[in-house]
């Protein structure tokens, strides 16, 4: 838990980090984000060829940021294989036969399975280099300007705070029930019940008095964000450079132009 | 001015919190809110912020503490929470303490000047940019009094203001509230530390006001503290 707090802290450090990407203003990276997202999420099922090449704008980035890829990886190891156990089912379900590999068959199910997997894996490399290397008060106030509601801006921000708070909670019972338990991997079954509620009690006790003391000093539902950097030439053309790299990746299917290149 | 005026609370019915309390606080006092756990004094903070509701009459400056005035009070009013987690709330100790100007509508610059100021004025200027969840308890307490003086109030209630905290750090925050020239209502069972802050102590004991008067008087009165489940301050023995 106590290392679980101090990546949550971790987190904000490395958002102000000082690189060319952390520079960049917040609606734009929030900007290319959604773009590729989405256009990561309108490649075909089986278009696995098509969607590899998308990978190297967050690799790039994530050179371009001073954060390596597998902090990235370390740091969503818990969703990552829920990511990938989406289309686990897929060769089950779908075994035509698309192409031989060495006289082994390749079914679709297998192709929309890994296509599917990349996909999850490089939205989640998007978001995350994101929040890693953007303030998340910086993001809200970007989702702000772009008219996201504000109750639903001020609900992030207050979630984000909130899972501290609820970390927080979690090690100081996880600890005062291990010294009560000792040589007991875990909490046992039975327990789980009281403790979570006690959890929830306890982060709810904690919330309530955080609010209090926010309005006591005087917060009526908004937040007032630091400025956030104003748009520059350089984020215009960090925006142009990588909505242009979408647009050709989707356009021009790389992977089957460089087979055919080898084949001939 | 701060008045209390046959205030009662309760927060389950026929068990009062706050029986019938009656007292005043003049501008620029120091008042020490003493007493056994569940006297009431966390209530009266309460009650005085407008975070609890009573019957009777709370008044600052004139104005009555009700739900149309609670911006107008509360802009005057600084809390400093006993535990600091729970105030600092912003990820650097810089962010926490623009929280409040900024909601009061003082411009960035003006608050930024004010931050700055403040955070000399306590020796603090090292911890500006530090995150919150880094500083250690003594440091954090002295940022959390900070975010309160960045509001500029006009009282400070701080609750058990020394809890938690080592002799060295304990002294800090000692002389920094010694310092501080607002009206100050502070609750604690460190009666050493009221001693050295406060001229006047309240006694209050199942809601009621026992005692009321110099806190020389009645921090050296055994009887009456050791007969409300308190003992005379180390200073007195």
Not at chain 2, 130 to 140: A, D, Q, R, T
Request: aromatic share 8%; charged share 20%; glycine share 8%.
């Amino acid at each position: 838990m106590e290392k679980a707090l101090a990546e949550l802290g971790h987190m904000d450090e490395m958002a102000v980090m000082d690189s060319p990407v952390h520079h960049l203003n917040a609606g734009a990276k929030l900007l290319a984000t959604v773009i590729y997202i989405i256009v990561v999420m309108s490649f075909d099922k089986y278009s696995l060829s098509g969607l590899v090449p998308m990978l190297l704008w967050p690799v790039f980035m994530y050179q371009m940021s001073g954060i390596h890829v597998s902090t990235c990886f370390y740091k969503l190891r818990i969703v990552l294989p829920l990511v990938m156990a989406v289309g686990l089912f897929n060769p089950i379900f779908d075994r035509e036969i698309m192409f031989t590999i060495g006289g082994v068959g390749v079914s679709g199910g297998v192709i929309s399975m890994i296509t599917l997997m990349l996909k999850g894996v490089l939205c989640l490399m998007a978001s995350f280099l994101l929040v890693a290397t953007t303030p998340f008060d910086s993001i809200c106030a970007a989702l702000q300007r772009v008219h996201m509601p504000k109750m639903l801006v001020t609900l992030l921000l207050l979630t984000y705070r909130y899972v501290g708070v609820m970390t927080e909670e979690l090690a100081v019972m996880t600890d005062a029930y291990h010294l009560r338990a000792p040589g007991q991997k875990g909490i046992q079954f039975s327990a789980w019940g009281s403790f979570l509620g006690q959890v929830l009690l306890r982060s709810m006790d904690r919330a309530q008095e955080l609010y209090s003391s926010m309005l006591l000093r005087g917060y009526h539902q908004h937040f007032h964000y630091a400025p956030i950097k104003k748009f520059g030439s350089e984020d215009a053309i960090y925006l142009a450079l990588s909505i242009a790299f979408f647009a050709a990746v989707k356009m021009i299917n790389f992977g089957e132009l460089l087979g055919s290149m080898f084949m001939r | 001015m701060i008045e209390f005026e046959h205030v009662s609370f309760e927060y389950e019915k026929g068990k009062a919190v706050i029986d019938d309390m009656s007292f005043s606080i003049d501008k620029g006092e120091s008042v020490g809110l003493i007493g056994a756990n569940g006297a009431g004094k966390s209530t009266i903070m309460k009650l005085l912020l407008g975070l609890a509701t009573g019957s009777g009459r709370i008044s600052i400056d004139g104005t009555d503490v009700n739900s149309e005035n609670l911006s107008k009070i509360r802009k005057k009013m600084g809390f400093v929470l006993q535990n600091s987690d729970n105030q600092m709330f912003m990820p650097t100790v810089y962010e926490d303490m623009m929280f409040a100007p900024l909601n009061y509508m003082v411009s960035r610059e003006d608050a930024e000047k004010r931050v700055d100021a403040i955070l000399k004025s306590l020796d603090l200027e090292e911890l500006k940019y530090k995150y919150n969840h880094k500083i250690s308890g003594g440091e954090k307490r002295m940022a959390a009094i900070a975010t309160i003086l960045a509001m500029e109030p006009e009282i400070i209630l701080m609750d058990e203001p020394t809890s938690a905290l080592d002799p060295y750090n304990r002294r800090i925050v000692i002389n920094t509230i010694k310092g501080l020239e607002q009206t100050k209502i502070i609750t604690s069972h460190d009666l050493d530390m009221i001693l050295d802050t406060c001229e006047r102590v309240i006694l209050i004991s199942k809601g009621k006001v026992i005692a009321d008067g110099p806190a020389d008087k009645i921090l050296s009165d055994k009887e009456l503290l050791e007969k409300h489940r308190m003992e005379l301050p180390l200073g007195k023995q």
